[in-house]
């Protein structure tokens, strides 16, 4: 008896026509016929204008094995196709929980081309929605596809499995005059289910184990044979065998959801931040839960849908979000935020440890047509803590709206949102540390301009450095920023002393240059050692510094003595490599303290954000001030002469109430000062002078005590526990 073959794909058929008892016909046909019928098919191709969009399976319950099964089908078929942009176009797009455009019917114009874009798809996962999928084509139409005088053919790979409605999508393609073919895939051989389940299973179509769609919240089901099933949870829905919650709310907290619905943020953005809120509320109220919530939407007012804490339950709180409607209109973020910070928490009188936590979770995807920096000042003044959740485009936004990029949530999409409600979880029920951020600092920025980093990567060096300054407080007093780049040649974008509020920052700093060429990270440190670290160009005597060196690594072998220099004269520098860099030049810039952070790509920068801001921190621990009232000056010292000499009596009482005295002349070396001074206690001292401004300035300084003013002074004591004077308290540091 000849062998026969089995094929594997048993039917192709109008997804509009399929019914539930329609037979299934068994193709038989010996190894002779198909390479007859394979013979010819090689021989034959479909010349005719037509477009032809793949549309296939990427779920969980195709699986991986069948979803390249689909791909080899896809690519057999191009084989019988004449592909040119004149005659067959051939688009892809696959679908689980949402399609995905694999790429247009106009993308390629060879056959090569198709079927190597075809191997190339990558398995997606996700649930089965055929429904969703046919509905995007009834939206988009076909991407990059001709006017209907060209025929189209939707070709649909699939197990046939969908958790969505699909015969009404299907019925409306029909009649745009779309032919729709379906192809089975992952059913076992008819004749192992007709041998296993000769009454059940054969010539129809049996119930599976996820037609009663199981899984809630969004989970995906996964059949395991005819009864059983396992359900794949979106991250907050994991505590039962069915997604069901997990997460709690177990701080005490008052949240009050504010949506933006306006014309920018579009009625699909507005659409899924209400599904996001529906699903983190699910996820995270009991009825033991001490949080209570709130929900608001604006356009150009703001409109509480829902005051905080006043509906019966939980699902009275979510009908109420069904009912919100799409407001359009401006987006005027500011405005509703200084409408919440008034109007969103109700009258309560409860002040202090008796008040929960009080928190705004704004969600917008458009920027803002007003001012949003003084309103988020306004709301964070009376205790509220803002988060934001946006996509990529409003990010900047959204940091300056907080504070902080640490309380920003950014998606990439709808599932990418849903995968956000652990961590929204942990930001709103965890208190932030206390930082260093409102401490005094001078903080340089160098960055690499140069034509080895690009313009695109440049840009990702600024945002990156705008995120860094969300965290200070930014004004003459406390933190003081600047900017140099350098590539063909170094400039000065903003000097320390140019800008006096960080919104003035940030907006500097995305109008810093792209120069290109040739870059060298030894001139441009040069020149913060000439032109930019100087009390003349708005350095502060006594105030910590310190220098971020951003560089792709070109550039940086002649940084080395410069980098000393600087760290010789009192400021610190941290060098941040990134990419395929030159990591011995790097490590020999490093410094003692190993001042070196090495990132792998661009992209990558924002994930050292935490470890650039601890380094931060650190340098300004070396600069803590002490005083004691033991010690006092015993007399003013003579005034110092108008000259290039230095000569001035420093006197200091020990701790036996001895004195010392130490007098000397110096042309701006530290090589007297740098000398120890026994005292009778036994306490050894050395001052170290490091000068700031050329000693022509020095006649302006007037008598020692001014001169302390305009010098960057180091005490290095070599008994920790030594008090200093409060008299030098503005002027002195101790270092380790």
């Known amino acids: ?26 193709v038989h046909v010996s190894r002779e016929t198909i390479g007859k019928i394979s013979a010819a098919n090689k021989m034959m191709q479909c010349s005719a204008a037509v477009d032809v969009l793949f549309l296939i399976d990427g779920s969980h319950s195709v699986g991986k094995r069948s979803f390249e099964r689909s791909k080899h089908f896809a690519i057999m078929v191009c084989d019988a196709l004449d592909i040119n942009p004149e005659r067959v176009r051939v688009g892809a797009l ?117 037609d009663s769609q199981p899984c809630q919240n969004g989970g995906t089901c996964v059949p395991e044979g005819r009864d ?80 905080v804490g006043e509906y019966r339950d939980v699902p009275a709180l979510l009908r109420s979000l069904d ?3 799409f407001g359009g209109g401006a987006t005027l973020t500011g405005h509703a935020l200084r409408q919440a910070a008034d109007h969103g928490f109700g009258s309560t009188t409860r002040t ?79 208190r932030p540390r206390p930082g260093c951020q409102a401490q005094s600092l001078d903080l340089l920025f160098v960055l690499d301009a140069s034509a080895s980093v690009g313009p695109e990567n440049f840009a990702q060096m600024q945002s990156f450095v705008r995120s860094l300054m969300l965290p200070f407080d930014v004004n003459p007093d406390v933190t003081q920023v600047g900017l140099v780049v350098y590539g063909s040649r170094v400039q000065t974008a903003f000097g320390l002393d140019t800008h006096l509020t960080r919104a003035a920052v940030l907006r500097a700093t995305s109008q810093a240059p792209y120069l290109g060429g040739m870059g060298s990270a030894g001139t441009a440190l040069l020149h913060v050692y000439d032109k930019v670290m100087t009390v003349q160009r708005g350095a502060r005597p006594g105030v910590p510094k310190a220098v971020v060196l951003l560089t792709g690594g070109m550039g940086v072998e002649d940084a080395a003595v410069p980098i000393q220099k600087l760290r010789n004269n009192g400021v610190s520098a941290l060098v941040v490599g990134v990419g395929p860099v030159l990591r011995e030049a790097l490590r020999r810039l490093a410094g003692p303290r190993d001042s070196l952070i090495h990132v792998a790509s661009y992209a990558d920068l924002r994930y050292h954000q935490d470890a650039l801001l601890e380094w931060v921190c650190a340098v300004r621990k070396h600069w803590e001030f002490y005083e004691d009232s033991r010690f006092t000056f015993t007399r003013r010292a003579a005034r110092c002469p108008d000259t290039t000499q230095l000569s001035c009596l420093i006197t200091l009482w ?66 920790p526990s030594l008090p200093l004077p409060s008299s030098w308290r503005k002027h002195l540091a101790i270092t380790s």
């Open 1 to 26: 008896m000849p062998s026969f073959l089995l094929l594997e794909v048993l039917f192709i058929f109008l997804f509009s026509g399929v019914r539930q008892s329609h037979p299934l016909q068994e």
């Open 94 to 210: 696959q679908f689980s929980s949402a399609p995905r455009l694999e790429f247009r019917l106009d993308s390629f114009s060879s056959q090569q081309e198709v079927k190597a874009k075809i191997k190339r798809m990558v398995f997606k996962g996700g649930r089965t929605d055929t429904g969703l999928a046919l509905k995007y084509l009834l939206r988009k139409g076909f991407p990059g596809g001709r006017n209907a005088s060209v025929p189209q053919i939707l070709v649909v790979s699939t197990d046939g499995r969908s958790q969505g409605q699909v015969a009404t999508p299907a019925e409306q393609l029909k009649e745009r005059g779309i032919t729709i073919f379906a192809v089975g895939v992952q059913f076992p051989s008819w004749k192992r289910v007709f041998l296993t389940h000769p009454a059940t299973c054969y010539r129809t179509t049996c119930p599976g184990a996820c």
């Open 228 to 307: 059983r099933y396992h359900c794949l949870c979106p991250p907050a829905f994991g505590g039962e065998a069915n997604c069901a919650p997990k997460l709690s709310l177990e701080c005490r907290i008052d949240v009050l959801f504010l949506l933006a619905s306006s014309a920018g943020t579009t009625p699909e953005g507005f659409l899924r931040a209400k599904a996001f809120v529906k699903r983190f509320l699910q996820a995270s109220l009991s009825e033991d839960s001490r949080a209570r919530v709130g929900v608001a939407w604006y356009s150009g007012e703001l409109a509480l849908a829902v005051p």
């Open 323 to 325: 009912g919100l409607p």
């Open 352 to 430: 202090g440890q008796d008040r929960p936590r009080r928190v705004v979770v704004l969600f917008t995807e458009s920027p803002s047509q007003d001012e949003v920096a003084g309103p988020a000042r306004y709301a964070r003044a009376r205790e509220l803590l803002l988060l934001g959740v946006g996509t990529d485009a409003v990010r900047a936004e959204l940091e300056e709206i907080t504070g902080s990029p640490k309380r920003v949530l950014v998606h990439a999409g709808p599932q990418d949102l849903f995968h956000r409600i652990p961590e929204l979880r942990r930001k709103l029920c965890s």
């Open 654 to 719: 020990s701790l036996s109430e001895r004195h010392l005295t130490k007098s000397c002349e110096r042309s701006w070396t530290p090589s007297c000062f740098s000398s120890p001074v026994p005292s009778p206690a036994g306490v050894s001292i050395s001052f170290t002078w490091a000068p700031l401004a050329p000693a022509t300035t020095l006649s302006a300084l007037g008598n020692c005590d001014r001169l302390l003013t305009g010098l960057s002074v180091a005490l290095l004591v070599a008994l």
